[in-house]
């Protein structure tokens, strides 16, 4: 179960607004022009399924992708590394360019244990193409062999240039629907198949994600609507968005949020104007040492979602151990690191409250496979209310497409 | 080396200004109020080493702290773990009170192989002190015995309610100077002590720091005034400051930056106005694929500062293989991928110039001590700078006291 408690300063909306608000994106979803809200749906899952069966002996899942190709798989596996449904299989990513990143990776990295996942949408990515490059001259893959269809799989558009190479050879590939973009598919191949591999439900994953999206249709989703409303009403004074998440586990998740807000609604709007949110993603308690001084006494220019996690499944007890000279300590004794953990988020809340600031608390019952699908599926539905009322086209990205002319442009002299 | 080139947009000052910044800084570092300044000295660095020559056999050294007492170390290790210094002891960190992460860092973990390095400047940090009754009763150690004096040390403000603890029992202490904040102590014993036995050069860290302090005093370092007079004169209309590093290695570096940044500069200045800078911290050229859409097409409310560095020590190629339908990445064939993550900070960084953002590039040679220390003490003096300039108390963080307050009412009723 997920609640989420709303404390907002003038953040009531008439039901007129809520009213547009649903019609437009229900508009939206009906077009067929936006597809990741038909993931839930799981078609092509059985293949996928079958596919990670046959994964069984590999040791090393490799990821060979960037921005939306990995940063959900690793936020799903960040979130829930710790459960029961995880294998011991080694989850590691080709991302970055960076010579030292890549010498880490390779340390103890064996192809005959390894199952390699290409992940590009476009199928063109310079990171993934050069990282490929490399991995097939490092382990002296030929196109034509044997070991390049056993242990390479491909994630891409249907026809994309690498789409069409894979198919030259023969190797596996799966395919993201045309209409879902990469920083919305990961309930697509690109986050279903990895993980799947790894030992995680993936059908309760969509379960999760289906849960909200039947419940947001049925028009029962007062407080999404009213959050997407309140943002954008308030985006020009109030453009810093925080996610302030009391669990190291939401790491990654915080920087998938980061991509999806970020990279959705900064755009230029249809009337040709600059609008956007800036997303910021905490942990707490460790970033009360460090960000919340900025959020308390700094500009008025940030609201704050709080994650709360109910029960980690873990009991560890403080003991009741009075250290000396330290006795102020004592009143946390006897209680769990849980408890101590979420009352460092109610405290915190409670001051952020106290200095005006806009508040909402998101309580997650338990992490699991379905929990997780409902949050993933809960920040994509409220990226794109935000977007229909900052009137942008919250699906593409020109704004980098510059720096890319620029750099090939630069090895072409 | 270190270079600092700036990019701005309607950045310059007049030499009166910069003459009044320095002036004004000098006579805070001659007031002897504000202690990091003379951490480059170094004093006591000799106890720290002849203690870290005592932890050869050592395997794991566990540091039990969080925010000032974790984020330096943290960012040192991972800006340099790759480095030929670098021993192969595990750095371990207790830092949230996440019962997922205690679980985590407990899994073989032996009290015979470890240090504990126990890292709070007012003693009684409750996440800390939470974590040190749990590994005394973990590990069933009474105050009195000699396994809690083998394995455990403190560093703490003398006369800290945990020194005292310390002192009680003759265990090591190492004190930090009580005039030197917690996120400007990574020079101290703070972040020397777990540094040096992880085996990294100490006096070459310091001696980064005090080459660009040298360098300041002798009125040679411009563009760091220029940055602080800029970033502070447009405080409200540009209030957000990104870091974009471009390196994974940067991650933790990125995180002490934004402790720093935000913690420091976020205040009710002097004259009883909110003030603040919001720091981001981003990693090329992951974050070109996330939150550069957002600097590009949103709200023109940023600066950005990029980091390159210009040699990483590793030689890695991307091999001259032709991708069949891939032809066009062929242009970056046979390049190394320094070229290539430099080629894309050059190319994101001339975008941005055309879009007016400002922008400066810090260009750093190679990563070692040396160029570490002088990053750290860049960026300390950076924030000294802003805040004389804001009129604000850099060295506090009053907003952080009403949470604490609150939680421990929680407890008492």
Redesign the interface.
């Known amino acids: 179960m997920i609640k989420n408690e709303i404390f907002f300063q003038n953040g009531d909306f008439f039901e007129d607004d809520i009213k547009w608000l649903y019609n437009a994106i229900f508009e939206q979803m009906q077009s067929g022009d936006i597809g990741y809200y038909n993931l839930v749906k799981g078609e092509n899952i059985e293949s996928i399924k079958s596919f990670a069966k046959e994964q069984r002996s590999v040791k090393n899942v490799v990821v060979i992708g960037?921005?939306?190709s990995s940063?959900g798989t690793k936020a799903v596996d960040e979130l829930l590394c710790?459960s029961e449904n995880r294998n011991d299989k080694n989850l590691i990513f080709f991302?970055?360019?960076?010579?030292?990143?890549?010498?880490?990776n390779l340390k103890n990295l064996e192809l005959e244990e390894s199952l390699f996942i290409v992940i590009s949408k476009s199928?063109?990515t310079?990171?993934t193409?050069?990282h490929?490059?490399?991995l097939?001259?490092h382990f002296n893959i030929s196109?034509e062999s044997e070991k390049f269809r056993k242990h390479f799989c491909f994630i891409t558009d249907c026809g994309s240039?690498?789409d069409?190479?894979g198919e030259?050879?023969s190797l596996k590939r799966f395919h993201i629907p045309l209409n879902v973009g990469?920083r919305f598919s990961i309930l697509s191949a690109v986050g279903l198949l990895p993980l799947c591999i790894l030992g995680y439900d993936i059908d309760k994953l969509l379960d999760g994600a289906k849960t909200l999206k039947d419940s947001f249709e049925a028009e029962n989703q007062y407080e999404l609507c009213q959050k997407a409303l309140f943002y954008a009403k308030f985006a020009q004074t109030k453009?810093?968005n925080v996610l302030f998440s009391?669990?190291?586990?939401f790491k990654a998740f915080n920087?998938w949020f980061?991509?999806l807000w970020?990279?959705s609604?900064?755009?230029?709007n249809f009337d040709g104007n600059?609008?956007?949110?800036?997303p910021?993603g905490l942990?707490?308690?460790?970033d009360?040492?460090?960000?919340?001084?900025?959020?308390?006494?700094?500009?008025?220019?940030?609201n704050v979602t709080m994650i709360k996690v109910k029960d980690?499944g873990?009991?560890?007890?403080?003991?009741d151990?009075s250290?000396?000279?330290?006795q102020?300590?004592d009143?946390?004794?006897s209680?769990?690191?849980?408890t101590?953990?979420n009352?460092?988020c109610?405290?915190?809340m409670?001051?952020l409250i106290?200095q005006d600031i806009s508040v909402d608390l998101i309580t997650i019952d338990t992490l699991d496979e379905s929990s997780v699908g409902y949050m993933l599926f809960y920040y994509e539905l409220l990226t794109s209310l935000v977007g229909i009322k900052l009137n942008i086209d919250t699906y593409n990205?020109?704004?980098?497409e510059?720096?890319?002319i620029?750099?090939?442009k630069?090895?072409?002299n």
Chains 1, 2 share one sequence.
């Open positions: 960037i921005g939306g940063l710790h991302e970055n360019v960076d010579p030292i990143e890549i010498e880490k199928g063109g310079i990171e193409t050069s490929l490059k490399y097939l001259s196109f240039p690498l069409k190479f030259d050879f990469g453009p810093i009391y669990s190291s586990s920087d980061v991509q970020a990279e609604l900064g755009k230029v600059s609008v956007g949110l800036t910021v942990i707490g308690s460790v009360q040492h460090s960000f919340l001084q900025l959020i308390i006494e700094g500009a008025k220019d940030k980690f873990i009991t560890t007890l403080i003991p151990i250290l000396p000279h330290l102020k300590t009143f946390i004794n209680n769990t690191f849980t101590l953990i009352a460092q109610d405290a915190t409670q001051s106290d990205q020109p704004g980098v510059l720096g890319k620029i750099l090939q630069k090895f072409e």
